[in-house]
């Protein structure tokens, strides 16, 4: 069911007994694009304090030329989901872990905390407001929800702002791989993502703005992903430009690279979790070199946006390696994983206590 092309009208599927109407949307027919829904989260910093924040009919930011965010880049993001589950709830997953890393974020940048509580609230209230636009079991679509906050304060000197504003949107997005998950190819990238004791640790808008280049080469060259390397010896994995890398060895070990520079993906952890405590598979957070990655048998890349998408060739300069698991279809370890998370996140497998917060 639910495939893409197949026009299936929400109206069919959902919003009877509820209460709640859903929108009229093809949901399966859904990319990752902005699609603006009704009610959005805001909230000001002023006098060195945040109001109580509201939700806002207005999708528009009016801000002085000379704000912080557009001078210096003072921003920071998140990014979750919001998704119905088989008994028809509606749920986050893990919203706390976004919440503390946005903590971590607005830390580094001078930016003042918005607290990891008054966050999770903020983003179920927005979730909430949103029902109609939260797709329904088995359409593959789910709800994305992008929290962020930018210096709304205007600085010329280089200093951070004194005022700032903290917002959450919501879009409907399409199921991410249409037609089932087809591994990609990914090339080990020249250019560099994160500076040790640099910025590749937060969320920060600057991280993506600088990879744009090199991943608009990757494309050109006809690559699916940029593997970036440590930036100080070049012969450590890292990760991509917005995913986290998962390997598996051939005796079945998922192994994870560690690194101060790489964004600790919440998927990427919850996989990690799941790995050891659901499949009772050994796991490895450890630096691992580029040489050693003709060794293992799986590879793929962690992200809120797709769970997992299994890498099928990695070219490092024109060496090619193919992973054994090939490039029709995720391997089995990876598939497990996949299929596990995705359970819990659908409510179809009992979740770790506090990894699923309810909003209905
Ligand atoms: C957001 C992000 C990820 C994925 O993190 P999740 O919490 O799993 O969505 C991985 N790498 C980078 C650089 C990111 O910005």
């Known amino acids: ?27 399966s027919g859904l990319g990752f694009e902005y699609v603006q829904t009704d009610k959005r989260f805001v909230a000001n910093y002023r006098n060195g304090a945040w109001d109580e924040g ?3 009919g207005d999708a528009n930011v009016v801000i002085n030329e000379c704000a912080g965010v557009l001078q210096y880049s003072q921003s920071c993001f998140e990014g979750l989901k919001a998704y119905t589950t088989e008994d028809g709830r509606i749920v986050t997953f893990r919203p706390d872990m976004n919440g503390q890393r946005m903590e971590d974020s607005c830390k580094r940048l001078e930016m003042p905390v918005f607290p990891k509580e008054k966050f999770v609230e903020a983003v179920l ?38 005022e700032y504003q903290f917002r959450i949107f919501t879009t409907p997005v399409g199921p991410y791989f249409k037609g089932g998950a087809k591994p990609i190819t990914i090339r080990v990238c ?18 993506y703005a600088m990879s744009l280049y090199a991943i608009v080469d990757a494309h050109k060259q006809g690559y699916d992903e940029n593997m970036y390397l440590d930036a100080a010896t070049r012969t450590k994995v890292e990760e991509t430009g917005g995913a986290n890398f998962l390997f598996i060895t051939k005796d079945n070990k998922v192994v994870t690279p560690k690194s101060g520079s790489i964004l600790p993906s919440i998927t990427r952890r919850s996989l990690m979790y799941v790995a050891k405590e659901y499949l009772g ?7 691992v070199y580029k040489e050693e990655l003709t060794e ?7 992200g809120t946006a ?30 497990k994983l ?23």
């Open 1 to 27: 069911m639910a495939r893409s092309g197949v026009c299936r009208r929400s109206r069919d599927l959902e919003g009877v007994g509820t209460g709640m109407e859903k929108k009229e949307i093809d949901w």
């Open 54 to 56: 509201a939700l806002s």
């Open 125 to 162: 209230q927005t979730v909430k407001a949103n029902e109609a636009y939260v797709p329904p079991y088995g359409s593959g679509a789910t709800l994305y929800i992008r929290p962020y906050m930018f210096a709304s304060g205007s600085v010329i000197g280089v200093k951070p702002a004194s």
């Open 190 to 207: 020249d250019y560099d993502r994160a500076a040790p004791n640099g910025t590749g640790h937060i969320k920060a808008g600057l991280n």
């Open 281 to 287: 598979l050994e796991t490895e957070e450890r630096e």
């Open 296 to 302: 293992f048998a799986e590879c793929g890349l962690c």
């Open 306 to 335: 797709a769970v997992i998408s299994p890498v099928g060739k990695i070219v490092d300069h024109g060496k090619e390696i193919c992973l054994p698991s090939g490039m029709e279809a995720m391997g089995p370890v990876t598939q």
């Open 338 to 360: 996949y299929d596990t998370l995705t359970g819990i996140q659908m409510g179809r497998i009992k979740a770790p206590e506090g990894w699923i917060q309810e909003i209905r």
